[in-house]
């Protein structure tokens, strides 16, 4: 087996080992490529990753795939079998068994009923965990995708002008995906004026008036690694009442920045940006969690929020974006991605984070 597949599997029965588990199915597509280096999308056929501590892992599989070679076990499957009965003689029937929270309850409840000595843990985070700590070949593709989201956002930056609406911006960032050779990471979210108090608004028909606020909040998948950027502008001239929002946006993402480094607490970098605004009057207005993990999905397990008392550690990609959002009148959000070092965290971002005028 290719070593870095070898490796990543050896941390996941790390810590299945840790919560006194000896196997696991695993059945997320984008986590067994991660473990594995075969991608299937098997619609609504079974397709699973048995991972074993004592390293005999075996694949089920539907004769319908097509897989490039590994030398991990395999359990071949037609439409006609009984499949889960199939996994059910394959397993070990009396030791417990960990599960990942995307198995389909259709597959799950069965096994339950042939195995019904076996109690079933929710073992997502045996390879969440793993995934949430990017190797140098995933930090070097985090970079890329973030450097081509950079350009990008300047490109869009630069080519924004008043009348404009928010589906003709949208459509512009994705023709600049496509030259680059990636694709929209999530649906990108342009908000022009009052719009702009939606944190997840969907471009529509709005034009571009001057004074407006324009929020663009964007990312791509690059060789199947996200990047994920937050820029408030001003149409023309910026509006007095609302650039010193942006402004205190913008010093509470580096407020939460500076503090990153390996043993912080993610709910203790939410509370610092929070604080910050909630000081200045607009705490109630910041409405959501202040970032999120990022890697092979633009939203991975593992979150910057005020619930989350986990320590933060080297290896690690995160987003931080704190927003203020006035119903009816504003909003601004400004967000970067980050990668943390030994001893303290590169942001990934370059575009400038103060406010500026376009259009």
Same mark, same amino acid.
């Given at each position: ?11 996941? !029965? ?12 695993? *059945? ?42 590994? /030398?991990?076990?395999? #359990?071949?499957?037609?439409?006609? $079998? +009984? !499949?889960?009965?199939? #996994?059910?003689?394959?397993? /070990?029937?009396?030791?417990? &068994? ?27 985070? !045996?390879? $969440?965990?793993?995934? *949430?700590?990017? +190797? ?27 009348? &404009?609406?928010?589906?003709? !911006? ?34 529509? /028909? ?22 994920? &950027?937050? %820029? ?28 990153? %480094? ?42 910057? *929020? ?25 909003? #601004? %959000? ?17 575009? +400038? ?7």
């Amino acid at each position: 087996m290719n070593q870095l597949y070898a490796d990543r599997l050896g941390r996941v !029965c790390g810590q299945l080992e840790n919560k006194g588990l000896t196997q696991m199915i695993v *059945s997320d597509p984008l986590s067994i490529w991660y473990l594995t280096g075969v991608r299937i999308e098997p619609y609504e056929r079974l397709f699973a990753l048995y991972i074993r501590t004592d390293g005999k892992h075996v694949f089920f599989l539907n004769n319908l795939f097509v897989i490039p070679e590994t /030398d991990i076990g395999k #359990v071949w499957m037609t439409d006609t $079998d +009984d !499949c889960i009965g199939i #996994v059910a003689s394959h397993v /070990d029937a009396v030791s417990d &068994m960990g599960v990942d929270k995307s198995w389909p309850a259709r597959f799950l409840l069965d096994l339950m009923e042939r195995n019904p000595g076996v109690r079933y843990v929710n073992a997502s985070a !045996c390879v $969440d965990g793993v995934r *949430s700590i990017k +190797d140098d070949y995933e930090k070097e593709k985090m970079r890329e995708s973030s450097r081509i989201n950079d350009a990008c956002m300047e490109k869009a930056a630069a080519w924004l002008k008043e009348g &404009m609406t928010e589906k003709e !911006c949208a459509d512009y960032i994705r023709s600049l995906y496509k030259e680059e050779g990636c694709e929209e990471g999530f649906n990108t979210i342009i908000s022009f004026g009052a719009n702009a108090a939606d944190p997840h608004h969907e471009p529509d /028909d709005t034009v571009l008036k001057e004074g407006d606020c324009i929020v663009i909040d964007m990312g791509c998948r690059k060789d199947s690694y996200c990047s994920d &950027m937050t %820029r408030t502008f001003f149409c023309k001239k910026e509006d007095p009442d609302y650039a010193p929002i942006h402004d205190l946006v913008r010093r509470a993402n580096e407020k939460a920045e500076s503090l990153i %480094r390996p043993g912080v607490r993610f709910c203790d970098l939410d509370r610092a940006a929070r604080e910050l605004l909630t000081e200045a009057g607009y705490g109630d207005y910041f409405t959501h969690r202040l970032g999120h993990s990022i890697g092979l999905q633009d939203h991975e397990p593992g979150d910057v *929020s005020l619930a989350n008392t986990a320590a933060v550690e080297e290896g690690m990609t995160f987003s931080i974006e704190p927003g203020v959002y006035l119903p009816g009148k504003f909003g #601004v %959000r400004v967000e970067d991605l980050v990668l943390v070092t030994a001893d303290g965290c590169e942001v990934l971002n370059k575009v +400038d984070k103060h406010w500026k005028t376009i259009g």
